[in-house]
């Protein structure tokens, strides 16, 4: 499932094709999508394109009109694309579930396994998960301190809560604690300042580095042109079980934590 990088990744490539151009039409061809064509009004300007969590936001808002605020709010989960075509458009064949003409080009919502969503909100409010953005200004140490404070749970399925931390999952979890060199099991509550310190500034670092490589793809994921992430050759643990630790050279263990592969390094990572 594409996590913060890779959403963070389309966002950024969809803002510029997408910002300022008006939406002719909304084609829904699955029926599952349980979206009506007739709520997506027709000459809506689109005026942003950002990301809460896991979620791409089209923001359709009107501004200084007496029209209703409007968002479309689109999950990808496994296998879901938002992928622009420019004029003249050919939509593809196979797994096209929505499409959305445009006054130049198509935004078309492809999805072979069909789990990821869309859907039109006129309040955000209580929308999405409550957790904290680790690339919010409002990230800071002392807030992730609050939040792992008292914690019982194991660090690498705290990371997990989307209440807590929004966009994360488990590739960066594990890369994550091994850069900082925790580990996965060790009770959230447990961690050191300094670890804790670690772990911010690793969190950080690392999905900044995704981002900067466009995400990690081991099979479906790609972006808004249908190209495909290149972080994955930069991967120290997770994937590698049984591969040497590129740091001590031990061989990569594998967790399963609530039903989650786990990967780290138990020498790197005591």
């Not at 479906?220 to 040497?244: A, I, N, Q, T």
């Not at 001590?248 to 263990?253: A, L, N, S």
Request: glycine share 6%; charged share 30%; with cysteine.
């Amino acid at each position: 499932m594409p996590e913060l990088p890779e959403v963070e990744t389309v966002v950024r490539g969809l803002a510029p094709l997408l910002v300022g151009r008006k939406v002719r039409k909304l084609e829904v061809l699955d029926p599952k999508l349980d979206l009506h064509p007739s709520r997506l009004p027709r000459n809506r300007m689109i005026r942003r394109v950002h990301r809460h969590g896991k979620e791409i936001i089209i923001d359709l808002s009107q501004r200084g009109k007496p029209q209703k605020p409007l968002w479309l709010c689109v999950h990808l989960r496994m296998t879901g694309k938002l992928i622009w075509t420019p004029p003249p458009s050919a939509p593809p064949e196979r797994h096209l579930r929505a499409r959305i003409a445009l006054d130049r080009g198509d935004l078309l919502f492809v999805d072979a396994r069909r789990f990821g969503t869309m859907r039109l909100m006129s309040d955000l409010a209580g929308a999405f998960p409550p957790g904290l953005d680790p690339l919010a200004p409002e990230f800071t140490p002392a807030a992730l301190a609050d939040l792992l404070e008292q914690s019982i749970q194991a660090i690498k399925p705290w990371l997990l809560r989307q209440d807590r931390l929004i966009g994360l999952g488990n590739i960066y979890a594990s890369e994550i604690l091994f850069a900082a060199k925790i580990p996965p099991t060790r009770p959230a509550g447990s961690l050191t300042p300094d670890e804790i310190r670690r772990l911010h500034r690793h969190t950080r670092h690392l999905l900044e580095r995704a981002i900067k490589y466009c995400g990690t793809t081991f099979s479906d994921f790609r972006d808004e042109r249908g190209r495909s992430g290149r972080f994955r050759r930069f991967l120290k643990v997770y994937g590698r079980e049984d591969d040497p630790c590129r740091r001590c050279g031990r061989p990569v263990q594998r967790l399963v934590q609530q039903g989650r592969s786990t990967f780290c390094c138990p020498a790197c990572q005591k």
